[in-house]
Nanobody
Framework: VQLQACGGGLVQSGGSLRLSCAAD????????MGWFRQAPGKEREFVSA????????YYSDSVKGRFTIARDDAKNTVFLYMSGLKPEDTAVYYC?????????????????WGQGTLVTVSS
């Protein structure tokens, strides 16, 4: 599966954005999907994940209650709805596909990565 992320941009603090990650291929439903982010000078970190069925979602403590992950298997797309954005959310956001089960917050467990989309939150 190949992934293409989009939807980043510049937004004011408190604003909202929706990121999308489209996957090609017919095996999208085999994968759990995750979002990670990397701020300048920092390591890539887990943001959110959704399992292959869409029945379970996972969030980092820093985004819980503000971000929502969802998948549309008919469109081979995973979304990250971000609200209440803060300047510390500024980062390049990456989507990734995980063919296994569990450990959805572990970067090393993801098989495929998209190219990243930049989110900038101004204060």
């Amino acid at each position: 599966v190949q992934l293409q992320a989009c939807g980043g941009g510049l937004v004011q603090s408190g604003g909202s954005l929706r990121l999308s990650c489209a996957a090609d291929g017919r095996t999208f439903t085999y994968y759990a999907m995750g979002w990670f982010r990397q701020a300048p000078g920092k390591e890539r970190e887990f943001v959110s994940a959704i399992n292959f069925s869409g029945g379970r979602t996972y969030y980092s403590d820093s985004v819980k209650g503000r971000f929502t992950i969802a998948r549309d298997d008919a469109k081979n797309t995973v979304f990250l709805y971000m609200s209440g954005l803060k300047p510390e959310d500024t980062a390049v956001y990456y989507c990734a596909a995980h063919s296994g089960r569990g450990a959805y917050d572990q970067l090393s467990r993801y098989d495929k990565w998209g190219q990243g989309t930049l989110v900038t939150v101004s204060s």
